[in-house]
Structures are given as structure tokens and as C-alpha cells.
């Protein structure tokens, strides 16, 4: 087994001149060195071409730009595009195995994040008893910083309050405790996995719930990733405040007879991720699905009812 395998490092920019300088600063730095950075642009207006094609020009063999197209596909499809280009481009890209990292424009990666996470990958594919490669994701926990890099918590999972020890794949299917900046995938993943489905909400959790239904999850508990907090973020992070049983708005979103958008979308995701994959899923974890699918009703009583049973399915 090669013990330092070339991975590409997937990035995708959109308007990103503010912060990408310290984030491919901090790539650059890394303590592992074998990569490239493949990064597509997403319709930027701004800067960004002109700042990606610099660091190109002076690091030629650190960067793999892809051609502009202009389009604007979204966080989640701009990275499945950049997954099946890996892997049709795996050789003239240098890579014997696609082994993939995300990264965000705006972060700031600690300097052994590479290595770190290389080093669990490959202990986990040692572990392998078959001899066809499993699919496994390697994540980790992240600090959250401001936006000037001041400290706001020294975990994102506890911030968050993230639930990290739900990763079965029926409690994922509702509720996702992977973070994509942090992710690392090896080529089996990859490749289950893409193209990452229209419905999916996010690329990350759609490649959460394919580790989790035919590989491996498996959680760094360090933070590797300064996710920097500011008012452009996709998603942001948010401080978990515990539901209190006794006040009126817990009482309101449990009988309130308005559907919930987000349940709807894990809804739909959900029934999606059984057309594709259910033949090769046992019948528990079809059965979580569908009860997950059923999240879609349009009254919100049933669609918190469902919610409730899934959770403890």
C-alpha cells in the first residue's frame, strides 16, 4: 500500500477574493505535499479568476484550473461536477487512486489536516477484510473562528450541538453530523456515490449516507479546520439552544399545523436515496427511509409524527 498517495484537494470558488488568499496560503503550507488543488469557479463576478489564476501561475504543479463555463451550479453540484471530473481525469491528473478532500474558499486549514486525515484513511483500507475496496469518509470536528480569526468555540460539534454519535445510517438519513469542509473520500466512495442527486441538500450529506449505507464513518475528534463565521456563509454556524419543553414555541412547532420546509427536503432526499440505492439496502434501512419519505405530508402534526418515529427507528 502506498503510504503517501497523491489526493486532489476540491475547490469550488464563487466571489471568494475576501478570504481564498488565506485559505490556499494555509493548503500550501500543509505538512503533506502531495496534492493538487482541482478547482472550478462558480460564476464568480468578482476577483476570484484573476487571484485562482495567480497562485496557478506560480505553483504550476499545485493547480489544476478548470475551464470557465460561467454557469452557477450551487455549493452541491458544483462539487459533484468536480467529483466525476477527478475521476474521468484520474490519469492526467496524476492520481493511481482518487482520493478526494473538499475545501471551502473561506477556512483556514491546520497545518497537519492532510496528514492527519491520510493517515486514518489508509488505517481504515488496511483494516479491509474483502479484497473490492468499501467506501469510506473520513471527517472531523473544526473551531469556530470570526471573521477577523477570533476565537468563538474550540468545537464546532459542540457549538453546534451535533449530535456526533448518531451516525447509523437511519439517524443520518434525518439529521446529518458531517461538516464538507472537513471531508476526505476515497475513489469507492466517489464513485457509489456520483452523480450526487438533484434532491440531495447538501453534496456532503448525500456522500454521508452512501459511506454510511455501504462503507464507513469514521470522525476525527480534532479540530482540522478554522470555519470562519461571517454573513456570507452558504450555511453558517449556528449556537445550539436546547428546546425547553415547558415554552410555547416547543408546543407550536409540535402541533402547529404549518409544514416545515427543511423536514420536507430530508423528505425528498430520502425517497431519492431509496430509488437509487434501495436493492442493495437491507430492509431496515429501507423501511427508515421510508418512514423518513413520509415527511413530506403537507400538515405539519404528521410530518413532526414521522419525524419522531424516525428519530427513533
Not at 469550488?12 to 505535499?33: A, F, M, P, R, V
Not at 471573521?147 to 459542540?158: D, P
Not at 446529518?176 to 450529506?205: Q, Y
Not at 463565521?229 to 450555511?235: L, M, Y
Request: charged share 25%; net charge neutral.
Amino acid at each position: 500500500m502506498i503510504t503517501d498517495p497523491k489526493i486532489a484537494i476540491l475547490l469550488s470558488t464563487y466571489n471568494g477574493t475576501k478570504y481564498l488568499e488565506e485559505q490556499l496560503d494555509s493548503i500550501l503550507n500543509q505538512t503533506y505535499s502531495n496534492y493538487v488543488i482541482v478547482a472550478r469557479d462558480d460564476g464568480s463576478y468578482d476577483d476570484t479568476i484573476q487571484l485562482l489564476n495567480k497562485y496557478a501561475k506560480k505553483f504550476t504543479d499545485k493547480f489544476h484550473l478548470l475551464e470557465r463555463d460561467s454557469l452557477n451550479r450551487g455549493a452541491s453540484d458544483s462539487f459533484s461536477y468536480l467529483i466525476e471530473y477527478v475521476l474521468e481525469n484520474k490519469q492526467s491528473l496524476g492520481l493511481e487512486s482518487a482520493y478526494m478532500m473538499f475545501c471551502d474558499q473561506d477556512d483556514i486549514w491546520s497545518l497537519e489536516k492532510i496528514h492527519k486525515q491520510i493517515d486514518e484513511m489508509l488505517k481504515v483500507e488496511k483494516q479491509q477484510t474483502g479484497t473490492k475496496p468499501i467506501p469510506v469518509l473520513i471527517h472531523s470536528n473544526l473551531r469556530v473562528v470570526s471573521e477577523e480569526k477570533s476565537l468563538i468555540a474550540e468545537s464546532f460539534v459542540h457549538y453546534q450541538g451535533l449530535e456526533i454519535e448518531r451516525n447509523r445510517f437511519t439517524n443520518l438519513v434525518i439529521s446529518n453530523v458531517v461538516t464538507g469542509c472537513t471531508v476526505f473520500i476515497n475513489e469507492a466512495l466517489a464513485r457509489k456515490a456520483v452523480p450526487v442527486s438533484k434532491e440531495a441538500i447538501m453534496h456532503d450529506w448525500w456522500l454521508s449516507l452512501v459511506a454510511s449505507a455501504f462503507g464507513k464513518l469514521v470522525f476525527i475528534d480534532a479540530p482540522l479546520v478554522s470555519y470562519r463565521q461571517h454573513d456570507t456563509n452558504a450555511i453558517g454556524a449556528k449556537e445550539f439552544v436546547k428546546s425547553t419543553p415547558v415554552g410555547r414555541s416547543f408546543w407550536q412547532k409540535t402541533l402547529g399545523c404549518k409544514s416545515n420546509a427543511h423536514l420536507s427536503e430530508v423528505a425528498r432526499q430520502a425517497a431519492d436515496f431509496r430509488n437509487r440505492f434501495g436493492q442493495e439496502l437491507t430492509t431496515h434501512d429501507n423501511i427508515g427511509l421510508q418512514i423518513s419519505s413520509c415527511m413530506g405530508a403537507k400538515v405539519g402534526i404528521l410530518q413532526r409524527i414521522f419525524y419522531r418515529i424516525a428519530r427513533r427507528f
